[in-house]
């Protein structure tokens, strides 16, 4: 019988099988699906270009009816991939708000939520080859 999930899995071209690595991945891989786009300012504070979301990161939608509003992450869906901005909700037929759920990619980024020393380290993590390389080259002039 076959694996569900395989981590030596590449890439297919198959919308299917795309699906299939989607819904069957563990959480541990989940969470990378769920980054999102940093926005201009953050990319230069952090030479980086993505970054997966978390609960208090504040976002700007980018697609969609309620592109161009911004608000706080108030909830993360890994079973179904999907989040929840603080503030942004529908009314249906009967009267009833209901929260709106988007999609990681179609957000982008404002501001990240800092309180935590892993996430801290997370995002510096790729910064401190490129500092290195910096004072070497600078050293050595």
């Known amino acids: 019988m076959k694996q569900k999930f395989t981590i030596s899995w590449k890439s ?11 819904i069957n991945a563990p ?5 990378k699906l ?8 953050l990319r230069k ?11 208090g990161d504040k976002v700007r939608i980018m697609r969609g009816k309620l592109a161009g509003k911004e608000g706080k992450v108030n909830r993360i869906d890994l079973k179904k991939l999907r989040i929840s901005v603080e503030g942004l909700q529908i009314q ?8 709106v759920y988007f999609n ?3 957000v982008q980024i404002q501001e990240l939520a800092l309180e935590d020393k ?8 790729g910064n401190k080859t490129e500092n290195k390389e910096k004072k070497d080259a600078s050293e050595k002039k």
């Open 34 to 41: 769920m980054a999102s786009n940093l926005s201009k300012e």
């Open 92 to 99: 249906k037929k009967d009267g009833t708000k209901v929260n």
């Open 12 to 22: 297919s071209r198959q919308k299917r099988k795309q699906k299939k690595y989607r």
């Open 27 to 31: 959480l541990h891989i989940r969470h």
């Open 104 to 106: 990681p990619s179609k």
């Open 118 to 125: 892993e996430r801290i380290a997370a995002i510096n993590k």
């Open 45 to 55: 504070k952090y030479n980086r270009r993505a970054f997966p979301i978390r609960k």
